[in-house]
């Protein structure tokens, strides 16, 4: 006979919480790999010193949000309560088990007034990365980079159509230089400079979250996203660097600055970077290569007009600096425009009465005009690594290492979605994010 067990929720108990929390858990193995004492000094310019009521700790401030990210916990009420019945949690917080926890609003009210314009959330990521290189996790051969989208808090059918102006490309600047120079080379007179009038472009503002951007890509959800533009370093997969922009900036737009950022301020000497398909235009090639960096990129097949030859079909002379058609026929170069393509006009006394004419132009002048981006040789050096056998090889540890990183990020810290409306709120949800996923990555290696 079954005798039933009497109920012990009233029976006194001394216990230490120590013992109460397994000795792989990992809040116990994060707590014995990382220092998190910097933080109150890094934030102690924003406390008064003798006024005021007192504050929460501001590292146990930060730890309860870590908490919200190591664990997918993206609503900071439902984190509150969790702290308050988790044993694990209460012990990484330095809390005892009858102590009272926190209102959920002193998170948020701290996040939107005493943190808001402060760079804290970027120097616990920084110093987060500088931790792990104490330990030797960071320092391989090659830098991966990549972004990934994650859906802004907006309806994507509340939005405006406005007039914004076009952000310039962030290489500007440097190829007006080289269009500058390459037309000078070829005797060809300064382009005349463009009258100072703002270029717009009618844009979807979203009403709920202007910040956010429109994003249309091929083979992704159509809406108001942002992008989290991460690098990670080849040895263990560390994140050295991220960064949000809306959804509706390119890929190739910041990576060159945040790989600028991530080895000025890491003193990082990798050889390579590996990028997708993405990122593989001729301004990436080239500025890689001034910092002699070996661009490991992926490969989009070009796309071809049905019935006509494709670009490959007409063969580049180096020597000469000419094209030869599939007729036979040299295209001498003719000028360079302003978006960087020196232009090779074919002879429309030999065209007109081509047999294969309307395979190569459809052109009223009957001219077969080729491009050439006075860049190009980097993209072709960059080709020649992909090819290679060491190239192959770099570029598989792409899903290694940042697609992983993305992947992690959306299975088990909440990242799919932003927790926060504006992009400075994004900025910290996806430095906090990457911080948390490098911590778990030093706890598991240290415990190794």
Same mark, same amino acid.
């Given at each position: 006979?079954?005798?039933?067990?009497?109920?012990?929720?009233?029976?006194?108990?001394?216990?230490?919480?120590?013992?109460?929390?397994?000795?792989?858990?990992?809040?116990?193995?994060?707590?014995?790999?990382?220092?998190?004492?910097?933080?109150?000094?890094?934030?102690?310019?924003?406390?008064?010193?003798?006024?005021?009521?007192?504050?929460?700790?501001?590292?146990?401030?930060?730890?309860?949000?870590?908490?919200?990210?190591?664990?997918?916990?993206?609503?900071?009420?439902?984190?509150?309560?969790?702290?308050?019945?988790?044993?694990?949690?209460?012990?990484?917080?330095?809390?005892?088990?009858?102590?009272?926890?926190?209102? +959920? #609003?002193?998170?948020?009210?701290?996040?939107?007034?005493?943190?808001?314009?402060?760079?804290?959330?970027?120097?616990?990521?920084?110093?987060?990365?500088?931790?792990?290189?104490?330990?030797?996790?960071?320092?391989?051969?090659?830098?991966?980079?990549?972004?990934? +989208?994650?859906?802004?808090?907006?309806?994507?059918?509340?939005?405006?159509?406005?007039?914004?102006?076009? !952000?310039?490309?962030?290489?500007?600047?440097?190829?007006?230089?080289?269009?500058?120079?390459?037309?000078?080379?070829?005797?060809?007179?300064?382009?005349?400079?463009?009258?100072?009038?703002? @270029?717009?472009?009618?844009?979807?503002?979203?009403?709920?979250?202007?910040? #956010?951007?429109?994003?249309?890509?091929?083979?992704?959800?159509?809406?108001?996203?942002?992008?989290?533009?991460?690098?990670?370093?080849?040895?263990?997969?560390?994140?050295?660097?991220?960064?949000?922009?809306?959804?509706?900036?390119?890929?190739?737009?910041?990576?060159?600055?945040?790989?600028?950022?991530?080895?000025?301020?890491?003193?990082?000497?990798?050889?390579?970077?590996?990028?997708?398909?993405?990122?593989?235009?001729?301004?990436?090639?080239?500025?890689?290569?001034?910092?002699?960096?070996?661009?490991?990129?992926?490969?989009?097949?070009?796309?071809?007009?049905?019935?006509?030859?494709?670009?490959?079909?007409?063969?580049?002379?180096?020597?000469?600096?000419?094209?030869?058609?599939?007729?036979?026929?040299?295209?001498?170069?003719?000028?360079?425009?302003?978006?960087?393509?020196?232009?090779?006009? #074919?002879?429309?006394?030999?065209?007109?009465?081509?047999?294969?004419?309307?395979? @190569?132009?459809?052109?009223?002048?009957? !001219?077969?005009?080729?491009?050439? +981006?006075?860049?190009?040789?980097?993209?072709?050096?960059?080709?020649?690594?992909?090819?290679?056998?060491?190239?192959?090889?770099?570029?598989?540890?792409?899903?290694?290492?940042?697609?992983?990183?993305?992947?992690?990020?959306?299975?088990?810290?909440?990242?799919?979605?932003?927790?926060?409306?504006?992009?400075?709120?994004?900025?910290?949800? @996806?430095?906090?994010?990457?911080?948390?996923?490098?911590?778990?990555?030093?706890?598991?290696?240290?415990?190794?």
């Amino acid at each position: 006979m079954l005798t039933p067990k009497s109920p012990q929720q009233y029976e006194f108990e001394t216990v230490y919480i120590n013992e109460l929390v397994p000795e792989d858990h990992l809040v116990r193995l994060i707590d014995m790999a990382i220092d998190f004492e910097f933080i109150r000094d890094e934030v102690a310019h924003l406390y008064c010193q003798n006024n005021g009521r007192p504050s929460v700790d501001p590292v146990r401030f930060f730890k309860i949000l870590f908490l919200g990210y190591l664990f997918g916990i993206s609503s900071e009420r439902r984190l509150i309560k969790e702290i308050q019945v988790n044993v694990a949690y209460r012990w990484f917080l330095g809390m005892g088990l009858t102590e009272d926890v926190i209102h +959920h #609003s002193t998170l948020s009210q701290n996040r939107i007034k005493r943190f808001k314009d402060s760079d804290i959330y970027q120097v616990i990521f920084d110093n987060i990365v500088r931790q792990a290189m104490k330990q030797g996790l960071i320092g391989g051969k090659s830098l991966f980079a990549d972004s990934t +989208h994650l859906k802004a808090n907006a309806n994507k059918k509340r939005f405006d159509i406005k007039d914004l102006k076009v !952000t310039p490309s962030a290489y500007v600047e440097q190829l007006n230089e080289a269009v500058t120079k390459d037309r000078e080379v070829e005797g060809k007179k300064p382009l005349k400079c463009k009258e100072d009038k703002p @270029c717009t472009k009618p844009t979807k503002v979203s009403r709920t979250d202007p910040d #956010s951007g429109f994003m249309v890509r091929d083979e992704k959800p159509k809406g108001f996203f942002y992008l989290d533009h991460r690098i990670v370093d080849g040895r263990h997969g560390i994140i050295v660097d991220t960064h949000a922009t809306p959804g509706n900036v390119h890929d190739s737009q910041p990576v060159i600055a945040r790989i600028d950022r991530a080895r000025d301020t890491f003193k990082l000497n990798h050889v390579a970077v590996g990028l997708d398909a993405g990122y593989f235009t001729a301004a990436v090639c080239h500025h890689l290569e001034a910092r002699q960096l070996i661009g490991v990129m992926g490969y989009r097949r070009p796309t071809k007009k049905k019935g006509y030859f494709a670009k490959r079909e007409y063969v580049y002379n180096a020597d000469n600096d000419t094209y030869t058609c599939p007729q036979g026929q040299v295209i001498a170069y003719n000028t360079t425009n302003r978006e960087g393509y020196r232009q090779y006009h #074919s002879d429309a006394k030999q065209c007109i009465n081509c047999p294969v004419r309307t395979q @190569c132009t459809n052109s009223k002048n009957y !001219t077969k005009v080729i491009t050439r +981006h006075v860049w190009q040789k980097s993209v072709e050096n960059a080709n020649e690594v992909r090819l290679s056998e060491w190239g192959k090889k770099q570029y598989r540890r792409r899903a290694e290492t940042v697609e992983r990183s993305f992947a992690d990020a959306k299975q088990h810290h909440g990242h799919r979605y932003c927790r926060y409306r504006g992009l400075s709120k994004v900025s910290m949800q @996806c430095l906090l994010a990457a911080a948390c996923q490098n911590m778990k990555k030093m706890a598991l290696a240290k415990a190794a």
